[in-house]
């Protein structure tokens, strides 16, 4: 099993502490990160070490032949056509076979066949959809001449297994991160320190406090959603959208602060999305790495929108398909992006997105419209979350008629103090919206004393300690 977040607090400080004296020492630190990284994966199976092993190699010798000046231009598209049928086919074998195996066989017996198709009932290595697009888009990038391959087999295996963002990602580009494994001095700032720490710290309290409270109540609502009334219904609905943003932000924000520790710079993977005025402005917002992959890598090579608006909607359901299915072999995950992409043409194409920054809110006119808005975006996302969580399509749309179609009573209601932890949370990130992150306090007012913002901090960390929820695996570990 993967560190849960009290593990994760141990093998943390370990690793750094290990990691500063052999900067010291002069030594090459990317060995420590390696191993570091393959014994933070290992501890989940260590036979599934190799599967990460051959994917970095592929791709690492992929990258070399791709970006050799010697290779002609065939020789060049052939080796990056392998190294992707070779992730996709990964991906396939140990995600999508029994999936798409067992969808056929019913299609079959729905016209009167019973084959007999063998299963594989492989594990799903954890974290297998963002390492392996890691390892396609830096064989792309180097392929399009964007970047050189690297020659550093040690940076490059630290790349794609760098244990921070290994499992849950930000799936990072190549341009980004591994550069800064290349560079031979990295330097430890007290800055970045408290910046890395901050953002652990605000990344525990969403995962701990938001995410892991509402999971019980969700739990609850969605396992007996048929029997437990129509105000549960909505509040099932409601805290599922919280839990989710606390779990996935909140692992984002662990993994940025933790890679600062080590003096790398992962990308912004969440900016406020509950902010957004529109479901474009949520996408930009919502797990950007991945929809600036599906944005990159997809949808601009299929066309984009150069080629009149048909083919531009086209190729928005494409991605918002594929981007379904990248979350697992379910056909709710597959509704749930038709259901986005949907929701997604009439204000892509015809009016303008009002994906302007949450901190432009200049006066008492723009703030209700804003508000207004924001409500209705938050809305359609929480049904679009209703589907992705129910078990089955069938019960997405019976979850969701049930919120709309008659009113039943409540014995109680479910989930009302995890409830108050979200306005919590709402309130802060709205109050800190001009804040690098909600935990840089300001050098002025009450903050200036430095007693005063440790308190806030020792705070913040006594409350992840003492009103946490039942620990839940990441909801990402499983994609």
Same mark, same amino acid.
């Given at each position: 099993?993967?560190?849960?977040?009290?593990?994760?607090?141990?093998?943390?400080?370990?690793?750094?502490? #290990?990691?500063?004296k052999?900067?010291?020492?002069?030594?090459?630190?990317?060995? #420590?990160?390696?191993?570091?990284?393959?014994?933070?994966?290992?501890?989940?199976?260590?036979?599934?070490?190799?599967?990460?092993?051959?994917?970095?190699?592929?791709?690492?010798?992929?990258?070399?032949?791709?970006?050799?000046?010697?290779?002609?231009?065939?020789?060049?598209?052939?080796?990056?056509?392998?190294?992707?049928?070779?992730?996709?086919?990964?991906?396939?074998?140990? $995600?999508?076979?029994?999936?798409?195996?067992?969808?056929?066989?019913?299609? #079959?017996?729905?016209?009167?066949?019973?084959?007999?198709?063998?299963?594989?009932?492989?594990?799903?290595?954890?974290?297998?959809?963002?390492?392996?697009?890691?390892?396609?888009?830096?064989?792309?990038?180097?392929? /399009?001449?964007?970047?050189?391959?690297?020659?550093?087999?040690?940076?490059?295996?630290?790349?794609?297994?760098?244990?921070?963002?290994?499992?849950a990602?930000p799936?990072?580009?190549?341009?980004?991160?591994?550069?800064?494994?290349?560079?031979?001095?990295?330097?430890?700032?007290?800055?970045?320190?408290?910046?890395?720490?901050?953002?652990?710290?605000?990344?525990?309290?969403?995962?701990?406090?938001?995410?892991?409270? @509402?999971?019980?109540?969700?739990?609850?609502?969605?396992?007996?959603?048929?029997?437990?009334g129509?105000?549960?219904?909505?509040?099932?609905a409601?805290?599922?959208?919280?839990?989710?943003?606390?779990?996935? +932000?909140?692992?984002?924000?662990? @993994?940025?602060?933790? +890679? /600062?520790?080590?003096?790398?710079?992962l990308?912004?993977?969440?900016?406020?999305?509950?902010?957004?005025?529109?479901?474009?402005?949520?996408?930009?917002?919502?797990?950007?790495?991945?929809?600036?992959?599906?944005?990159?890598?997809?949808?601009?090579?299929?066309?984009?929108?150069?080629?009149?608006?048909?083919? @531009?909607?086209?190729?928005?359901?494409?991605?918002?398909?594929?981007?379904?299915?990248?979350?697992?072999?379910?056909?709710?995950?597959?509704?749930?992006?038709?259901? !986005?992409?949907?929701? !997604?043409?009439?204000? $892509?194409?015809?009016? $303008?997105?009002?994906?302007?920054?949450?901190?432009? *809110?200049?006066? /008492?006119l723009?703030?209700?419209?804003?508000?207004?808005?924001?409500?209705?975006?938050?809305?359609?996302?929480?049904?679009? &979350?209703?589907?992705?969580?129910? %078990?089955?399509?069938? @019960?997405?749309?019976?979850?969701?008629?049930?919120?709309?179609?008659?009113?039943?009573?409540?014995?109680?209601?479910?989930?009302?103090?995890?409830?108050?932890?979200?306005?919590?949370?709402?309130?802060?990130?709205w109050? *800190?919206?001009?804040? %690098?992150n909600?935990?840089?306090?300001?050098?002025?007012?009450i903050?200036?004393?430095?007693?005063?913002? &440790? *308190?806030?901090?020792?705070?913040?960390?006594?409350?992840?300690?003492?009103?946490?929820? +039942?620990?839940? %695996?990441?909801?990402?570990?499983?994609?």
């Amino acid at each position: 099993m993967l560190f849960n977040s009290f593990e994760f607090l141990i093998f943390l400080p370990i690793v750094f502490l #290990l990691y500063w004296k052999v900067c010291k020492s002069g030594r090459d630190k990317n060995i #420590l990160l390696l191993i570091s990284s393959y014994v933070f994966y290992g501890w989940w199976n260590v036979r599934l070490l190799l599967l990460i092993f051959l994917v970095t190699l592929v791709a690492y010798i992929g990258g070399r032949v791709v970006g050799a000046d010697r290779s002609s231009k065939s020789v060049r598209k052939a080796a990056l056509i392998i190294v992707i049928i070779m992730n996709i086919a990964t991906l396939v074998a140990f $995600k999508y076979y029994g999936f798409f195996a067992s969808s056929f066989v019913r299609v #079959l017996n729905a016209v009167g066949f019973t084959p007999d198709i063998p299963t594989l009932n492989l594990i799903l290595p954890v974290g297998i959809s963002f390492y392996s697009f890691q390892a396609i888009s830096y064989v792309i990038d180097v392929y /399009r001449r964007k970047i050189s391959a690297t020659h550093d087999v040690l940076a490059f295996f630290v790349f794609i297994c760098f244990f921070p963002q290994l499992v849950a990602g930000p799936i990072e580009r190549a341009s980004n991160i591994l550069p800064q494994f290349i560079r031979d001095k990295r330097r430890f700032s007290y800055k970045r320190g408290v910046s890395g720490m901050q953002l652990i710290l605000w990344g525990l309290f969403k995962k701990m406090i938001i995410a892991d409270n @509402a999971a019980e109540a969700v739990n609850v609502i969605f396992t007996q959603w048929e029997s437990i009334g129509t105000i549960n219904l909505w509040m099932g609905a409601i805290l599922f959208s919280f839990q989710i943003y606390g779990d996935f +932000s909140g692992y984002s924000d662990i @993994a940025i602060g933790s +890679s /600062r520790l080590f003096g790398i710079d992962l990308m912004k993977n969440f900016n406020l999305p509950y902010f957004s005025r529109d479901i474009v402005d949520f996408w930009k917002r919502w797990h950007i790495s991945l929809t600036s992959w599906f944005r990159d890598y997809l949808y601009i090579p299929l066309g984009g929108n150069r080629q009149g608006k048909g083919k @531009a909607i086209r190729n928005t359901f494409i991605v918002f398909l594929v981007s379904g299915l990248w979350h697992g072999a379910n056909f709710t995950y597959i509704a749930w992006g038709a259901y !986005h992409a949907i929701l !997604h043409i009439p204000v $892509k194409f015809f009016r $303008k997105s009002g994906a302007n920054d949450v901190r432009k *809110t200049d006066n /008492r006119l723009s703030f209700f419209s804003d508000a207004f808005w924001m409500g209705i975006t938050f809305f359609l996302v929480m049904i679009g &979350w209703v589907i992705f969580r129910a %078990e089955s399509t069938t @019960a997405a749309f019976s979850y969701i008629g049930a919120m709309f179609s008659s009113f039943t009573p409540s014995k109680y209601i479910i989930g009302k103090i995890p409830l108050l932890w979200c306005v919590v949370l709402i309130v802060i990130e709205w109050r *800190t919206r001009f804040n %690098e992150n909600p935990l840089s306090l300001p050098y002025k007012g009450i903050w200036k004393n430095a007693f005063v913002r &440790w *308190t806030a901090y020792v705070v913040i960390f006594l409350i992840c300690l003492f009103f946490a929820g +039942s620990p839940q %695996e990441f909801i990402y570990f499983r994609f």
